[in-house]
């Protein structure tokens, strides 16, 4: 869910032309039929309830507005300080492997254990 709202997120106007027609740093407008979508889930409780853990946790603010008794698309803030002070440490990326797929994007050999240029040869025999 975070990571649809974030990928959303604006990434601020470029100049003075851009501020009105731009959304800020951070912001996203997003409906949650959309949202749903993107997140692949049938249940509007599911994702209106992540939104409030999401919320609570202080990773995201959300503004619903009503304008002539209908209401507006939703108004998200992704708060990047959360993000950056929430992120796994190298030493979290190290444990789950993440680490030698960074070495392996970057066109570095990652070192893993068992990994041979050897092709894999099957052992099973057919029967007919």
Known sequence: MLLVLADAASPGPKGKEDKK???????CKRR???IMSLVNSRRQQT??????????AGAIKQWLKKKD???????YFVDLDWLKA?????????????????????GE????????DEPHVS??????
Do not use: C, M
């Open 69 to 75: 008794g209908t209401w507006q698309v939703p108004l």
């Open 86 to 106: 929430n992120a796994y440490t190298d030493d979290e990326l190290e444990q789950f492997g993440y680490a030698d797929k960074r070495k392996a994007a970057n």
């Open 109 to 116: 050999d990652p070192e893993i254990p068992g990994n041979t």
């Open 32 to 34: 949650l039929a959309t």
């Open 21 to 27: 027609k731009v959304l800020p740093l951070g912001y």
């Open 123 to 128: 052992h099973t025999s057919a029967t007919g």
């Open 47 to 56: 994702v209106s309830s992540s939104i409030s853990e999401l919320k609570d």
